[in-house]
């Protein structure tokens, strides 16, 4: 009986020792995914501030889609009558 009473015990510490090494190793793999989700935003925020400075210097950009736009319009217009539908 002594001896089933401290088998039981190892084998309880064995499993206590494996879940929480189990857990560390999920919370070791949650923490690196982080850090490399954080490294790859950084990188995402730079490249945004680039096209946010490139996109400033095309001043008047709005005339000129709303001119294309109506050119457009026109086009298809124009094509409406000369093919008659």
Do not use: F, Y
Not at 8 to 29: E, F, K, T
Not at 44 to 70: F, H, K, M, P, Y
């Amino acid at each position: 009986m002594l001896i089933a009473s401290a088998t039981g015990w190892q084998v309880g510490l064995a499993l206590g020792i494996v879940v929480v090494a189990v857990a560390a190793a999920i919370v070791i793999m949650i923490v690196l995914l982080a850090m490399r989700i954080a490294k790859q935003a950084r990188v995402a925020e730079e490249a945004l501030e680039v096209v946010r400075r490139q996109t400033v210097e095309l001043a008047g950009i709005e005339r000129i889609n709303d001119s294309g736009v109506r050119i457009l319009h026109a086009a298809r217009a124009l094509r409406k009558v000369a093919v008659g539908k």
